[in-house]
T-cell receptor
Framework: DVKVTQSSRYLVKRTGEKVFLECVQDMDHENMFWYRQDPGLGLRLIYFSYDVKMKEKGDIPEGYSVSREKKERFSLILESASTNQTSMYLCAAGQVTGVRGNTIYFGEGSWLTVV | QKEVEQNSGPLSVPEGAIASLNCTYSDRGSQSFFWYRQYSGKSPELIMF????GDKEDGRFTAQLNKASQYVSLLIRDSQPSDSATYLCAGILHGNNRLAFGKGNQVVVIP
């Protein structure tokens, strides 16, 4: 199975701080995703990437940016954290273009509180 | 219409019964679908992936895909209390690599 590691599990940041959330996968998969999950709203896609240095906006990209300099690493950046960005952030990685054996796995999540 | 929809409310099933979950999607060209299980406070775990029309079985789980009607379903046979969780349906939208999720259905298995 693909292992997806989110290095920061619990963070508390102040309003206005720049926040980096890191995600690393241990397989050679092209596709990586960042979601946030809030009660009653489900998983909402922030950004995704299908190759190194490639990125696509998801449903809620405002206030976020991403970086994918290496295939295995996909970083989510909160340029200036705000309290409404308090959430659980989930990174996923996997294969989506194959006819068989498509797999997408999630990391354990990063709980961010902005105060 | 949302890309992937799960409209049913919480589902309570007695232990040993079959739990049935449904999901519809709006993009007729979508081809790949996933079911995830998520326990409270945890990240989603992949249960199954389905691509072809028809049924796919893995242990107590069966996924069904009907492309003509644009729905995906998940059956959980012999439900166990450990199956109590939220189940998420997701699909890869046609033409890109975007993975869209439904809001999920909570399943409670009553001993």
């Amino acid at each position: 199975d693909v292992k997806v590691t989110q290095s920061s599990r619990y963070l508390v940041k102040r309003t206005g701080e720049k926040v980096f959330l890191e995600c690393v996968q241990d397989m050679d998969h092209e596709n990586m995703f960042w979601y946030r999950q809030d009660p009653g709203l489900g998983l909402r896609l922030i950004y995704f990437s299908y190759d190194v240095k490639m990125k696509e906006k998801g449903d809620i990209p405002e206030g976020y940016s991403v970086s994918r300099e290496k295939k295995e690493r996909f970083s989510l950046i909160l340029e200036s954290a705000s309290t409404n960005q308090t959430s659980m952030y989930l990174c996923a990685a996997g294969q989506v273009t194959g006819v068989r054996g498509n797999t997408i796995y999630f990391g354990e999540g990063s709980w961010l509180t902005v105060v | 219409q949302k890309e992937v929809e799960q409209n049913s409310g919480p589902l309570s099933v007695p232990e040993g019964a079959i739990a049935s979950l449904n999901c519809t999607y709006s993009d007729r060209g979508s081809q790949s679908f996933f079911w995830y299980r998520q326990y409270s406070g945890k990240s989603p775990e992949l249960i199954m992936f389905i691509y072809s029309n028809g049924d796919k079985e893995d242990g107590r789980f069966t996924a069904q895909l009907n492309k003509a009607s644009q729905y995906v379903s998940l059956l959980i046979r012999d439900s166990q209390p450990s199956d109590s969780a939220t189940y998420l349906c997701a699909g890869i939208l046609h033409g890109n690599n975007r993975l869209a999720f439904g809001k999920g259905n909570q399943v409670v298995v009553i001993p």
